[in-house]
């Protein structure tokens, strides 16, 4: 089976643009979950959406939202970024019922 | 709230040498752990999840619920575990994960 897969690899934006990334997840997981990766907070939860809706949200602002569509595939959309929001952005599926996740490469933000 | 601490950022021992990487948590419901790698390079990989009580490239873990601990171990360590060591825990819905801070295992040859 095909990994989960994130594009793009790298971004690189300026203060106040948008940003969406992408998520495909393996085939069969229904449930995808995004997570921040930055060196001073580490890995943190930032939503999980499974069959289209969103079931679980962490503690980070509305300008982060994200979407799942009918195929599973999921999009994060950051807005009105700022310099904070540099980081490795991992989206993580997995099987319904089973809590174990596998994560994508990550896609690299960078804002300037 | 649901949190993991992972003591040692960073882990220098000699190959051959026994390695214990800390990890605690805290938790009100049944925890659910795992144990994460990522070697250079590579995307976050499972290596082990309590419920499996399984050993993985010779390294096991146990869920000690008096001491909210969830060590990793391995009698000798190889340049090969050279790597970034994350500890993690489910929530009862299975749909997020709290991740330690991680530990950065580093053998010597």
């Known amino acids: 089976k095909a990994g989960v897969t994130q594009t793009p690899r790298y971004l690189i934006k300026t203060r106040g643009q948008q940003v969406t990334l992408s998520c495909s997840p393996i085939s069969g997981h229904r449930s995808v979950s995004w997570y921040q990766q930055t060196p001073g907070q580490g890995l943190q939860f930032l939503f999980e959406?499974?069959?289209?809706?969103?079931?679980n949200k962490g503690n980070f602002p509305g300008r982060f939202s994200g979407r799942q569509f009918s195929n599973s595939r999921s999009e994060m959309n950051v807005s009105t970024l700022e310099l904070g929001d540099s980081a490795l952005y991992l989206c993580?599926?997995?099987?319904?019922?089973?809590?174990?996740?596998?994560f994508g490469p990550g896609t690299r933000l960078t804002v300037l | 709230a649901q949190r993991v601490t992972q003591p040692e950022k960073l882990l220098s021992v000699f190959k051959g040498a026994p390695v214990e990487l800390k990890c605690n948590y805290s938790?009100?419901?049944?925890?659910?752990l795992f144990w994460y790698v990522q070697y250079s390079r590579q995307r976050l990989q499972l290596l082990l999840r309590h419920i499996s009580r399984e050993s993985i490239k010779g390294f096991t873990a146990d869920l000690n619920k008096g001491e909210t601990s969830f060590h990793l171990k391995k009698p000798f360590a190889q340049e090969e575990d050279s790597a970034m060591y994350y500890c993690a825990l489910s929530n009862n819905a299975g749909n997020m994960l709290t991740f330690g801070g991680g530990t950065r295992l580093m053998v010597k040859p």
């Open positions: 938790y009100s419901g049944s925890p659910e």
């Open positions: 993580a599926s997995r099987l319904a019922g089973v809590a174990e996740q596998f």
């Open positions: 959406y499974f069959s289209e809706t969103q079931r």
